[in-house]
């Protein structure tokens, strides 16, 4: 049962470089997030998917962009990476709004 | 605005009781949830309580809800040490979002 997968698991990039973060679940949920998890701050939302079709702003979406690409796919990207942005990066779905959700297993990543 | 408050380290011994507390401040939340996150791991659902409940009960688990004081815990009885972990609280509150605390550090000691 993979549930939510994410990839890379690590990634190190230098100041301006852009990448995407890729994140796939397999339990047919509508909803899919992206969240950052830095010390003492616990996570914060960046984007999320309501449904297949729509993307909305979290609490901190400057620097990023988002594409919902199918029910089960949800990327994250990063154009010009900063310092600020190093962090672990977490993707998660869930059934339906405000219901519980169901993580990946996180990427760390470092921008230098 | 919302805030979800917990402390940030506990540490018990093995075989005693831990009690995780949280306060949040969307009384409109209808579920409050913990999760534990294992290092190098993402956040795993413990459990969560519909807010209309005082109590719930999962095993080793309990959950008390003090809806007036928006006052949440978690109680893990008979502590092992592969409950050390971080704990977080979430509530869930309106625009689709769950908002969580920072966490709590938990570290039992055998």
């Known amino acids: 049962n993979a549930g939510v997968t994410q990839t890379p698991k690590f990634q190190v990039l230098k100041t301006g470089q852009s990448m995407t973060l890729q994140c796939a679940q397999d339990?047919?949920?509508?909803?899919m997030y992206w969240y950052r998890q830095d010390p003492g701050m616990g996570l914060r939302l960046i984007y999320y998917?309501?449904?297949?079709?729509?993307?909305d702003k979290g609490e901190v979406p400057n620097g990023y962009n988002v594409s919902r690409l199918n029910k089960r796919e949800f990327s994250l990207r990063l154009e010009s990476a900063a310092p600020s942005q190093t962090s672990v990066y977490f993707c998660?779905?869930?059934?339906?709004?405000?219901?519980?959700?169901?993580f990946g297993s996180g990427t760390q990543l470092s921008v230098l | 605005g919302e805030d979800v408050e917990q402390s940030l380290f506990l540490s018990v011994r093995e075989g005693d009781s831990s009690v995780i507390n949280c306060t949040y401040t969307?009384?409109?939340?209808?579920?409050l949830y913990w999760y534990k996150q294992e290092p190098g791991a993402g956040l795993q659902l413990l459990t969560y309580?519909?807010?209309?409940?005082d109590m719930k009960q999962d095993q080793r688990l309990t959950v008390l809800l003090n809806k007036k004081d928006k006052h949440l815990s978690l109680r893990i009885a008979d502590t092992q040490t592969g409950d050390s972990a971080i704990y977080f609280c979430?509530?869930?509150?309106?625009?689709?979002?769950?908002?969580f605390g920072a966490g709590t550090i938990l570290r039992v000691k055998s």
């Open positions: 998660a779905s869930s059934e339906g709004r405000r219901e519980k959700l169901f």
């Open positions: 309580i519909f807010s209309n409940m």
């Open positions: 979430a509530e869930s509150i309106e625009g689709n979002k769950l908002v």
């Open positions: 339990m047919n949920h509508n909803s």
């Open positions: 969307d009384s409109s939340s209808t579920y």
């Open positions: 998917s309501a449904s297949e079709g729509t993307t």
